[in-house]
C-alpha cells in the first residue's frame, strides 16, 4: 500500500507506453470494463457554521458524458443507507433490455448477500426464481416420446431420407449435407461389421474435432458397436 500511494499520480500515457502494445482506436486502452463503487459521506462540514453537500439527479457521483467513456462502466455510490446505481455502455455492442438483465443480476446477488451474509460469494445466486425457472425448465423442456426400437443411427437415416440435401455438418469450411453423411458413415459401417463389430462392441475413435469424426461416430452406431472418444492429446 505505501508503494502504491507512492505512484498513485502516474500518466496514464506513460503507463500505457511502459506496457507497451498497439493501441486500438476503436476501443479504450488496457480495459473496458470499469467498476466503481463510492461509499461514505457526501457531505462535509467546514466548520464555522458552513456545510457542503453534493447535490445530483440520483447518483452521488455521475459521469459528466454523454458518452460511454468505456464499454461497460457500472457506478455505484451508497447513500443514506441505500445504493444508488447507475451504468453506461456502448449502444454499439450491447442491448439496453442485456443491459437490464445484468442489472437484475447484480441487485439478486447483493440481495443474497443480504440474506446470507456469511455465504461465500461463489455459492450466491444471479438469477432470480423466474430466470432459473426460464433456463432450467422452459428452454429444456425437449423431451419426445420414441418407441423402445428407436435407435440413434435409425433417426438419423429418417432424418437424411427427409432432408438429404440439407447441410448436416458444417465444420471450419467444410460441409456434409445429410446424404453425404448417410453414405460415408454406411461405407464405414460396412467395413466395421466385415471386421467382426457388433453388439456391445467398443471402438475407440481418435480424432481431432473434424467432419471425419462425425463419419466415425456414425460408422460405429450403424455398425451396432459403441463408441469410445479418444483424445489426440492423451498420452501414448
Known sequence: MLTANEHQNYFFGRLLKKLGGRPDPSRSPMFQVFFNYESGKFQRDLGGGLAVELLTEEVPYRNPHDTAMFELHMNVAEKDGALYCECDYNSDLYEEATVMRWLGHYRTLLDGIVRNPDASVWSLPLLDAAEQKTILKDWNATDVNYSPDDTLSGLFTLQAQRTPDVPAVILEGETLTYRQLDLRSNQL????????????????????????????????????????????????
Open 189 to 236: 459401417a460396412s467395413y466395421l461389421r466385415k471386421n467382426g463389430v457388433g453388439d456391445k462392441t467398443l471402438v475407440a475413435l481418435c480424432f481431432e474435432r473434424s467432419a471425419e469424426m462425425v463419419v466415425g461416430m456414425m460408422g460405429v452406431l450403424k455398425a451396432g458397436g459403441a463408441y469410445v472418444p479418444l483424445d489426440p492429446d492423451y498420452p501414448s
